[in-house]
């Protein structure tokens, strides 16, 4: 408690609402504190249990894998994470590579796209915006497995399987419905004030897209750019059918080669390397949320 | 940003898009082109198959091996889990893109048989492109279709089997299994061996809702699984008679209650009987190995292969061939012939893959992994002479028709399990499986 | 704004031309929204068009679809399995749906407020939805809900023994799968917590001076100004759902067991397409699919404008 009450004697910092609030007498509040922290780590436990006991599990030896529903036991290796490490004629290490390309790619292209799209569908004026909104909408409402094969084929007549072009380049031309409509819907909860002064200070659309929508909209943009992560991550379907090369692996498809459902599977491998793979989605989590968090509270001041 | 620019874009895109789908439309079957794969090896070759990433392991080494005999060959390697691997099978089919040199099975090579997608292989084989000369004559033939002409040249061999967990089988005083027996000494085996086994622990799998132990079943009667016509070549109440069988043993608590089979994870190496609580699985012959391995992790027992039960008509044990086939749409036919030769008939090579999908055809093989200088486990060599001594005894093959990989097996499980958790009568379930596969096979 | 209503458009956009000296702005609206065209008309109008034309044929994959008219949709009626997915579909929809969106704004009102370690808390509480679609989770599912699983480990310490399989039971292996997904609220409680932090604080704090209580505030002030977000993840949730695909794929490695217990929808249509390669068929029950989600979104959109407040309507 004590660095939060010496907080509002920072002088650089912007003053938040519930500095405000610290000062008042603590009275039971250190007890309610600690109350809540307590219901919160019971419930992070019981739910993260199945993810600690994977972690737990990698550190087995490979036939004790699943030797009991304890997150301890009585000899600890690393030796799952030197196999996993060095799996298939690569390693994980490129595997990582290439799903980072993969992902960085999808992320910059739906960020480009699919605020652009968004701006428009939320600000501006057109001729059949109702009917173009309805088809945004409807490309989600079809279950993409009955599109695969015409993609597939679409792209195998371009020659781009074996490629990464499938699964970034489309991306640039906002074919996440989704993103787009979550940026329609944030825009929205935005008021048009701001808009209209800097209409009058002589901003155009582009103007007013990137110096008041886009710095007001930080929140979307990391939801967008996090889930994006987490889809290109975790996808599994779209490299399957695009890169068959072992070559251009990704390391969802390094994670399927541990389990063999004709032969062996190695689990013990298999969670060292699934552990290993959260990493990058937790530190860009990490790294995004202050988007999330510093969103309007600092950016709408200006 | 500016309209032309949009225009310009617009006019590009629908132009892709145009040509895109024109091009589709157009993509004809083209009958297999028929090959004596004989010709220049060289260029650019696919292989693809199915695996983790051990048998990668073992089939990229082999494929150096071949890249050192045929250096001028480029060989591009695709690979994934079985049932990922046949999903993009199909997708790369539906495109005309299927990889050159492609892995089959018996189970499911009608499927791509009726649709020619694979080329006919009868005429490499006698140009001497491939040479089968080392394979029995009974175990090529697991790479026929149903129109008699070879489509994939065996490499591997997969036999059903029952496994048994003999420290268990001693524990519950029954000990080791028979060299050979019929269906009532089995049942007496397991029903007599339930009581004196430890708590959570079962005497068999749940053999209703398994195919496999369904044709050693039906096949030592003398049935025909699957007719000419492709379509169930046995009656409804044969298929009661097998059924009432492991229902019984299911409400007496001999063989494994469903709910616990339906939670089994894929894979023999993750099955009951690895982790112990099964004394008798009912498994390909040639997971003995990676079974005994999660068993020792355990402290489990050690485990036997058995024969199933014979019948009136003989032995049950069915032959499940697997190896690689040419695709219709490969253009660099006669270095895919070269690739299947070598990687059926080279000693070396498949010493070195050490019969990682099944017992080797090539007999100089299998000779070399049995032979006292082997460096296999013993276990692996073991379940090498089993097969050996299965394939001498004139196994049975069974003609899986186009459709048996999509519906038959699904339907076997899901129909049996219906009744075993009470969810349907015996009578509704095999009317409903007969109707379900019946409308999907031939 | 009530009776304006009356009068307005189905879809809730903003229509009145009060901005852009009351012409539309065609030019700019081109240029902003060209990517998207291209991507349209490249990438996703002819997939789906084709798709719509494959509903109409008997096609295999392996050779060229063959024109067969309705019989595709004909056939859905009598086809057992088909209704058995629908039922599977509709219960859970009708479960899940809620309790995802009351369990995350929960959790987001807990993760919003003034707290310490609320960066390691968030992140924790968004874990289990990075895991995705994982090849591992499969595993761990078996693990909590198995015969010799956490949940009967539990169980057995209070007494309650012999409860057999949660995966494995027909009658309970839907609930299980109900739970995985729950498992993974996160992207939705990101959603609504982002939605949180654009309620401008001078609001909360003028109602709070006021003298309004916290559930007033919440309900008065936080909730309408948050509506376009709840109705996004009340839509998504809802279209999400019935399309749900991968937390049972996993689990029950593409079967929909035991006994097509967990036959969701696109399960069921994903074997038809691929394992018993009917890809007609299948596309016949997308393009159902995707009517009744229409019908569902239009109701969705018509009811917006009594409960959905825009910031660019006030």
Known sequence: MTTTLSAPSQPTRIPRPWDARTQRPAGNRVVKGIIKHAVLLCVLLIMLYPLLWMVGASFRPGNQTFAGLSLFSDTYTLQNYADGWSVGNLNFSKYFVNSAIITIGQIVGNLFACSLTAYAFARLEFPFKRVLFGMVIATMLLPQHVTLIPKYIIFNQMGWVDTYLPLTVPHFFAVDAFFIFLMVQFIRTLPTSLDESARIDGCGHWGIFWRIIMPMSLPAIGTTAMFTFVWAWNDLLGPLLYLPSSDLWTVSLGLNSFLDQTGQSTYGTLFAMATLSLAPIVGFFIASQRLLVEGIATTGLK | MTKPRSRRLLAGAALVLGVALTSTACLNQGPAASSDGQGEVGGTIQVAWWGGESRNAKTNAVIEQFNEDFPEVTTETQSADYAQYFNRLNVQASSRSLPCVVQMQDRQVNDYVKRQTLQPLDDMVASGAIDTSKIPPAVLDGGRGSDGKLYFIPYGIAWDALMVNTTLAEEAGVGAPPESWDWDQFVSYVSQAKDRLPDGTYAVAAGGEEQNAFYAWAVGQGIEVFNAEGQLGFTKEQLKEYWSLWLDLQEQGIALPPDMSAEEPPGADQGYLATGQLMVGVLPGNSLYVSQQTLDGRDGGQLQAARYPDGPAGIGNILVASGFGISSNCDNVPTSAAFIDFFTNDVDAQVAFAADNGAPTNTDVLDALTAEDSELPDLKRDELEQYRAISEDNPPKVNYPPGFNAVFQQAFTRNYNEVAFGRLTLDQAVDSFFNETNASLG | ?314
């Open chain 3, 1 to 314: 704004m009530t009776l304006a209503t009356a009068t307005e458009p189905p879809v809730a956009l903003p229509t009145t031309p009060r901005r852009g000296r009351g012409r539309t702005q065609l030019l700019p609206a081109l240029a902003f929204l060209t990517p998207w065209l291209v991507g349209m008309v490249l990438f996703t109008f002819g997939p789906m068009l084709y798709s719509l034309y494959l509903s109409f044929t008997r096609y295999d994959l392996l050779s060229n679809p063959e024109w067969v008219g309705l019989q595709n949709y004909a056939l859905m009626g009598s086809d057992p399995r088909f209704w058995k997915s629908v039922g599977v579909t509709l219960t859970y929809v009708v479960v899940f749906v809620p309790l995802l969106q009351v369990v995350s704004m929960l959790v987001a009102l807990l993760l919003n407020s003034r707290l310490r370690f609320l960066t390691g808390y968030r992140a924790l509480f968004y874990l289990p939805s990075l895991m995705g679609a994982s090849v591992a989770v499969a595993a761990l599912w078996r693990q909590v809900f198995g015969a010799d699983g956490l949940v009967n480990a539990v169980l057995g310490l209070v007494g309650i023994e012999n409860v057999g399989s949660w995966v494995g039971d027909p009658a309970r292996a839907l609930g299980t799968i109900i739970t995985l997904n729950l498992w993974a609220f996160g992207s939705t409680m990101i959603i609504f917590l982002a939605g949180l932090r654009q309620v401008p604080r001078e609001l909360l704090e003028a109602a709070e001076v006021d003298g309004a209580s916290k559930i007033r505030r919440f309900f008065s002030i936080t909730l309408p100004m948050m509506t376009p977000l709840v109705f996004f993840n009340v839509l998504m949730g809802t279209i999400n759902a019935f399309q749900s695909f991968t937390g049972a794929y996993v689990v029950s490695g593409g079967s929909g067991g035991p006994v097509d217990s967990t036959l969701f929808y696109t399960l069921y249509l994903y074997e038809r397409g691929f394992t018993q390669l009917q890809m007609g068929y299948a596309s016949a029950m997308a393009w159902v699919l995707l009517l009744v989600l229409a019908v569902v979104t239009g109701i969705f959109f018509r009811s917006s404008r009594y409960w959905v407040h825009y910031g660019d309507e006030s």
